[in-house]
Nanobody
Framework: QVQLVESGGGLVQAGGSLILSCAAS????????MGWFRQAPGKEREFVAA????????DYADSVKGRFTISRDNAKNTVYLQMNSLKPEDTAVYYC?????????????????WGQGTQVTVSS
């Protein structure tokens, strides 16, 4: 079992940066693919980024490619999302999630564990 707690959200102006963190409990964190998803009001939850258990593979949604970077520190049981050049359309609740496999990294239904989310608001 893995418990996830996100932090780092907040209000930022367009063009600014934020770093989200997701702290995981449990000794098996290093075995999990970790993903970041987001959900804007009235919209479905969507994939943002994923990283394999070793950190050797990463993938991004086209909308954030080149602006966001996902990373992890298995010694600290933490995954990060560095967000640069933020846009108003990035406004959403951001969730981290854990999955035992990487094959379905962009599928909401593939992830077994979810955090409670952290709000990111980008003002224009």
């Amino acid at each position: 079992q893995v418990q996830l707690v996100e932090s780092g959200g907040g209000l930022v102006q367009a063009g600014g940066s934020l770093i989200l963190s997701c702290a995981a409990s449990g000794r098996t964190f290093s075995r999990y693919t970790m993903g970041w998803f987001r959900q804007a009001p009235g919209k479905e939850r969507e994939f943002v980024a994923a990283i394999s258990w070793s950190g050797g593979s990463t993938d991004y949604a086209d909308s954030v490619k080149g602006r966001f970077t996902i990373s992890r520190d298995n010694a600290k049981n933490t995954v990060y999302l560095q967000m640069n050049s933020l846009k108003p359309e990035d406004t959403a609740v951001y969730y981290c999630a854990a999955d035992m496999r990487y094959s379905d990294y962009d599928e909401v239904a593939a992830y077994d564990y979810w955090g409670q989310g952290t709000q990111v608001t980008v003002s224009s």
